[in-house]
């Protein structure tokens, strides 16, 4: 080999790939230690290492690439990637050469966990079909409507419960006044038995043996009357005067209702 030969061998020209991968080896660092510092996938150090630039996604990624190898190793970049566009423009690497489907992202971490999305996809699928398990429930035509259990048992113990038994001819009548009111009481002779101004609470018991008692007054919405404890109704309207009213438990027991809403007329006789 002449002396002219061993020169052009020792001075032939480098491609930007064999210059980083001189310069990564003199710092006796690896490929791996390349991709792991830039995120950048070993195939593609190893495609720009051998000038390979038809095994990347494009001259785009071709120079991002090179560039994050340049920095790693701290070399001049301005320089470097001039040299790489004139490369890729001689060899007619200008326009990409794969679909950009194939290309594996520069940053792994980037990338969303495999378990994250298939537990984003099946949440989204539960909540869809609980939408539709409600909707097909809450606007089904036939859809029954519950029974209150609480209003039924109600209803059924009200009906079961034996009814309270009738007040008795033979009871105790009691005139409780619920408010301040006058009332007078006499007997069948006129004879004057009671009367009084009431105050709320006060009580008078209609004797037993009085000869068929009667009773007048102008409040009597005013006046509680029980037989044997039991309520019976009102006296009269509220605010109409009543007299003669009879108050044993008999006459009580036996008044219709027409008798408590059409008040009768003040006695002409004045009970002595």
């Known amino acids: ?114 378990w994250l999305a298939w537990g984003a996809a099946g949440f989204a699928v539960v909540l869809i079909a609980g939408y539709f398990l409600w909707r097909s429930m809450a606007f089904a035509p036939d859809a029954a409507a519950p029974t209150p259990v609480a209003e039924t048992e109600t209803t059924e113990a009200a009906a079961k419960k034996p009814a309270a038994a009738p007040a008795s001819a033979d009871g105790q009548v009691v005139l409780t006044a619920k408010d301040t009111v006058w009332i007078r009481v006499y007997d069948a002779d006129n004879k004057r038995l009671h009367e009084s101004e009431m105050k709320a609470g006060d009580r008078y018991e209609v004797p037993r043996d009085a000869n068929n008692p009667m009773i007048v007054t102008g409040r009597p919405q005013s006046l509680d009357v029980t037989i044997g404890g039991k309520a019976v109704a009102p006296l009269g309207e509220p605010d109409r005067t009543i007299a003669d009213v009879g108050i044993s438990a008999g006459a009580l027991l036996a008044r219709s209702p027409a008798d408590t809403a059409t008040p009768s007329a003040p006695s002409s006789t004045t009970p002595q």
């Not at 020209?13 to 792991?36: M, Y």
């Not at 495609?47 to 996604?57: Q, V």
């Not at 040299?83 to 060899?91: I, K």
């Open 1 to 114: 080999m002449s002396e002219e030969g061993v020169d052009n061998a020792e001075f032939r020209f480098q491609t930007v790939g064999e210059q980083l991968k001189s310069a990564r080896e003199s710092r006796g660092l690896t490929l791996g230690d390349i991709a792991t510092q830039t995120r950048v996938p070993m195939r593609h150090l190893e495609a720009i290492e051998a000038a390979n630039y038809s095994a990347l996604p494009g001259s785009t990624y071709t120079v991002g690439f090179t560039k994050a190898y340049v920095r790693a190793l701290k070399l001049d970049e301005q320089a470097l990637i001039a040299e790489l566009r004139t490369e890729l423009a001689q060899g007619g690497h200008d326009a990409p050469v794969q679909k950009l489907q194939s290309y594996e992202p520069a940053d792994p971490a980037r990338v969303p966990p495999r």
